[in-house]
């Protein structure tokens, strides 16, 4: 009998818990390809003195991250990432990206041989030269193991509400792509798979940064007309991005559900727009409206923005990409937000 798959979930905010009753359902749903008990690893916190793991494994419910949804009672949460991660043969990496780096270390040594990754991070991380490395390659090459991605038009809070939605999962192994479907698909997370892992990776990191532009429309109480037309604009510098620096990116990509959709539902309900309307609103800083705003959450679009600004100067390349770049003076406060629509005469006045 080959060996049933045992999954572990690193991660547990607000996508993180609501990916994780979908997972959990599914490994007790197919108990002949998955180990039924599924652990997610949980960073540990108090809340009004009780710990979250606690409440979690009694109450099963995320009442911090995803409060008023119950999860299902073969998710067992777990405090200690290396005892969350220990006999697994499939790791979903479900956590800001700011934190993967110490995550990887932290577990390096302690997977299981022949286990692979699947990866629901958004975002890249930027080294001291800045260079960008994909949160998929950090895995692969800290790990040794293959990497998939799962991104999609997925607003965590409506997933968990088993509202219609769909997902794209990038995946080179055939094998690997029915297994995730079976880990991943219900009647109302309905999923795609393709094999162009970069492809579907970068779209879900580069959204945020154009759904800053969104929220600065909004900020500035711009209709529907100037929102469509900075995610058009914007989806285009997403793709020339990822076909400039990545081989094999597939232009069909882009409008599977992590391309266009996941632009459109991030520029019209995400939580980078919100705080980029608040921005444009209040004149507060990113950090004091992420406290106020986000409940714990993060803001990435942002810190995005600020990676892929660094990434471009360094190859020369800011004048190819005018939105992303006026997109990151106004965040910067070096540019007003109105002039988000002048891209191209701000990308000629302020490049060096
Ligand atoms: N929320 C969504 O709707 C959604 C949808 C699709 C993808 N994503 C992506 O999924 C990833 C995870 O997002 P999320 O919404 O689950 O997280 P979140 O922003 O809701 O929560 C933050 C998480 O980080 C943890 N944390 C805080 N400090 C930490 C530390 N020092 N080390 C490790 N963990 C720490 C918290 O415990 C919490 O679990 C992100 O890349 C996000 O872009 C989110």
């Not at 005892?83 to 700011?98: E, M």
């Not at 285009?236 to 069909?252: C, R, T």
Request: glycine share 8%; aromatic share 8%.
């Amino acid at each position: 009998m080959t060996e049933k798959e045992k999954v572990a979930i690193i991660g547990s905010g607000n996508w993180g818990s609501a990916i994780a009753r979908i997972i959990a359902t599914n490994t007790a749903k197919h108990e002949n390809i998955f180990e039924k008990e599924t652990k997610i690893w949980v960073f540990e916190e108090l809340i009004d003195g009780q710990k979250l793991t606690e409440i979690m494994n009694t109450k099963h419910e995320n009442v911090k991250y995803l409060p008023g949804i119950t999860l299902p009672e073969n998710l067992i949460a777990e405090p200690d990432l290396i005892k969350s991660v220990d006999g697994a043969t499939i790791l979903v990496f479900v956590l800001p990206h700011q934190f993967i780096s110490r995550t990887l270390s932290t577990i390096k040594e302690h997977i299981k041989k022949g286990c692979r990754a699947i990866t629901l991070i958004k975002g890249f991380v930027v080294d001291d030269q800045d260079e960008i490395h994909l949160i998929s390659d950090m895995i692969s090459e800290s790990l040794g193991i293959q990497v998939s991605a799962l991104m999609g038009a997925n607003v965590a809070n409506e997933v968990a509400q088993d509202m219609f939605c769909e997902t794209t999962i990038g995946c080179a192994d055939q094998k690997d792509q029915e297994m995730y479907l079976k880990l991943f698909n219900t009647k109302t997370f309905r999923v795609s798979t393709v094999s162009d892992v970069y492809g579907v990776e970068i779209c879900g990191s580069l959204k945020n940064i154009v759904a800053l532009g969104a929220g600065f429309c909004d900020g500035l109480s711009f209709g529907g007309n100037s929102k469509a037309a900075i995610m058009r604009i914007g989806l285009l510098e997403m793709k020339k991005f990822a076909q400039m620096f990545y081989k094999g990116v597939e232009s069909e990509t882009f409008f599977e559900s992590c391309g266009v959709a996941d632009l459109i539902t991030t520029c019209v309900g995400g939580r980078n727009r919100k705080v980029a309307e608040a921005f444009v609103k209040t004149g507060k800083s990113w950090n004091d409206l992420e406290a106020e705003l986000l409940n714990g959450q993060k803001l990435q679009g942002t810190l995005t923005c600020d990676e892929v600004h660094r990434f471009l100067t360094k190859k020369g390349k800011i004048e190819e990409f005018p939105l992303f770049f006026t997109i990151y003076l106004i965040a910067q406060k070096k540019v007003e937000p109105l002039r988000v629509f002048d891209f191209d005469e701000v990308t000629t006045e302020f490049k060096k």
